[in-house]
Nanobody, 125 residues
C-alpha cells in the first residue's frame, strides 16, 4: 500500500509560480511511475505530466508543456510539480498519483493505482 500526501497549493497571481510536493509512504517509491493530474470544477480530470521511476523520462501534455516541470527525489520519497507562468485556467485541485508497470513516452493517461487527496491551486488577481 502506498499513501500519497500533496502540499504546496494556494493562491497565486497570474504569471506567478508555485511548487507542489507529493510525499509517498513506503519503501517502493523508486519503483513507481508518478503522475500529476488536475480537476477544475465541472471539468474532467486531466493529466499535467508524469515521470518515470528514476526521473530520467517525463511527459507533458501540450496544455502545460514549457510551463510545468515534474521532478522527483527518490531519497526523500517525494515528487514535485513546479508550475510557472500560471494562468487563471490552471485553477484546479491538483492530485498526485502512482502506478507500477510500463513507461509510455506519449501519454500519462493510464490507470493509476494510488492517489493523493489533492491540493487546491487558485490563480487569480
Amino acid at each position: 500500500q502506498v499513501q500519497l500526501v500533496e502540499s504546496g497549493g494556494g493562491l497565486v497571481q497570474p504569471g506567478g509560480s508555485l511548487r507542489l510536493s507529493c510525499a509517498a509512504s513506503g519503501r517502493t517509491f523508486s519503483s513507481l511511475i508518478m503522475g500529476w493530474f488536475r480537476q477544475a470544477p465541472g471539468a474532467e480530470r486531466e493529466s499535467v505530466g508524469c515521470i518515470s521511476w528514476s526521473g530520467g523520462n517525463t511527459y507533458y501534455p501540450d496544455s502545460v508543456k514549457g510551463r510545468f516541470t515534474i521532478s522527483r527525489d527518490n531519497a526523500k520519497n517525494t515528487v514535485y510539480l513546479q508550475m510557472s507562468s500560471l494562468k487563471p485556467e490552471d485553477t484546479a485541485v491538483y492530485y498526485c498519483a502512482a502506478r507500477r508497470g510500463t513507461w509510455y513516452s506519449t501519454t500519462c493517461s493510464v490507470r493509476y493505482e494510488y492517489w493523493g487527496q489533492g491540493t487546491q491551486v487558485t490563480v487569480s488577481s
